[in-house]
């Protein structure tokens, strides 16, 4: 049995504790996004406001997510991802007590959402590396699909438990979700092991530096990571912005509220759910680039097209915004297994990071472009031009041999 497998014989139970642990505990983690939202959108209307927030969730992706695969390749994938969620949790208590005492300002959010995204940047590259030692490699497209249905189903959840935490709680007590999720998510953790992939003999690092060269290394020697790294980049640079500021848009542009975001992301997690449990049926063996940059580029259309309905045709954007959530899934998910198979697993959390760090830098330079872009020609040009631009850097991408040839690699 190799290391790239489970090293016990029954790893099913294992499995699904430690990836149920993690659902509620990301489930919580979409609700308190929503609810902090929403609230920035009531406070501030502001185009800016939300964008800043963006950047504060996203930046700490590009500072620290090389040096987050570095330490989920060197130290316990499962003690990284115990010890983020413990911060990550008392980030939440600190704000329940502000929000309780009335002394909470838009500087605290920005501050906490920081610290947050930090913990993000070193428990993800944990998380996704150990995806490859806790299942068969048979497994591995059944898992992209289950955490791209995982994905639809936060968003399914988030948005209208959002809402009604909303409704029938204060602030601080719907903060306190994400708290009691976290406690769920750690548990599992603490009971079963995660195995952790050795170092081929003659490449183990020196240090920290050294290792850092080494993912770097991985990614470059491959003209095709090299392509799918830039492609994604450039598509997180024009797209992401539209993400940060849809509640502005149901807010601004089709005269909703609350019940409306929650409505629109609800059904937009629907299509991830449907994505995933499609592409998990499907069981892609080849071909996977092919299905990312399609799915990607019908995914980033709908959103220009969202925008496009008129006021009065909010049901239609529902359908459109519905659509992109069901192609992002079929395109995130073998984008992933691509990423596992094609990359060498003691590589993995170092080469996750990178992405992470190119998603961290490219989200906050569109955040800023956008904010300003909102606040003077308005909310929806942000959408149409952001969608139409990531469109076409997706199907343009269809013309890169590297693309081809990556799974040839």
């Known amino acids: 049995m190799t290391t790239t497998q489970p090293l016990i014989e029954y790893w099913k139970p294992r499995f699904f504790a430690i990836w149920s642990g993690q659902a509620l505990s990301l489930l919580g983690s979409a609700l308190t996004q929503f609810v902090l939202v929403w609230w920035i959108t009531q406070e501030t209307g502001s185009p800016t406001a939300l964008a800043t927030a963006g950047i ?22 499962r003690m990284v991802m115990i010890i983020t969620d413990v911060i990550t949790a ?5 704000l329940v007590g502000l929000f309780a005492t009335d002394s909470i300002q838009l500087w605290h959010i ?32 059944r898992a992209a699909g289950m955490n791209q249905t995982l994905q639809g189903m936060m968003t399914i959840a988030a948005a209208p438990l959002g809402a009604l935490a909303l409704a029938v709680l204060p602030t601080q007590g719907a903060l306190m979700i994400d708290v009691a999720t976290a406690v769920l998510g750690i ?35 491959n003209p095709g990571l090299v392509t799918l790294y830039a492609i994604t980049g450039l598509v997180v640079f024009t797209i ?22 929650a409505i629109m992301e609800g059904l937009a997690g629907i299509g991830m759910l449907l ?21 990607f580029g019908i995914s980033c259309g709908t959103v220009a097209l969202t925008a496009l309905a008129s006021a009065p045709l909010f049901w239609l954007a529902i359908f459109w ?34 992405l992470n760090m190119i998603f ?48 040839k690699h």
């Open 90 to 94: 008392v980030c939440m208590l600190i």
């Open 321 to 354: 915004w519905w659509l992109s959530g069901f192609t992002f899934s079929t395109g995130n998910a073998p984008m992933m297994v691509l990423l596992q198979t094609v990359i060498p697993n003691e590589m993995q959390g170092r080469a996750f990071s990178l």
């Open 110 to 141: 920005y501050t906490l959402m920081f610290v947050r995204a930090t913990m993000q940047a070193f428990q993800h590259p944990a998380s996704a590396a150990s995806t490859m030692n806790l299942v068969p490699n048979d497994w591995l497209d």
């Open 240 to 261: 992401m912005p539209t993400f940060a500021l849809t509640p502005l848009l149901v807010m601004e542009h089709f005269g909703g509220g609350v019940t409306q975001v």
């Open 275 to 295: 994505g995933g449990v499609f592409i998990g049926l499907w069981k892609l063996k080849s071909r996977r680039a092919l299905i990312v940059m399609i799915s």
């Open 187 to 221: 548990v599992p953790l603490l009971i079963f092991k995660i195995p952790q992939p050795k170092v081929p003999q003659g490449t183990e690092a020196k240090t920290v530096l050294q290792d850092l060269r080494a993912g770097v290394h991985t990614i470059r020697s």
């Open 360 to 407: 961290g830098l490219a989200g906050p330079l569109g955040l800023l472009i956008a904010g300003p872009m909102g606040e003077k020609f308005g909310i929806q040009a942000v959408f149409i031009v952001g969608g139409t631009l990531s469109a076409v850097i997706c199907f343009g991408s269809l013309l890169l041999r590297p693309l081809w040839n990556l799974e």
């Open 56 to 77: 504060m969730a996203m930046l700490p992706s590009a500072l620290f997510s090389p040096l987050g695969g570095v330490i989920a390749d060197r130290l316990s994938r």
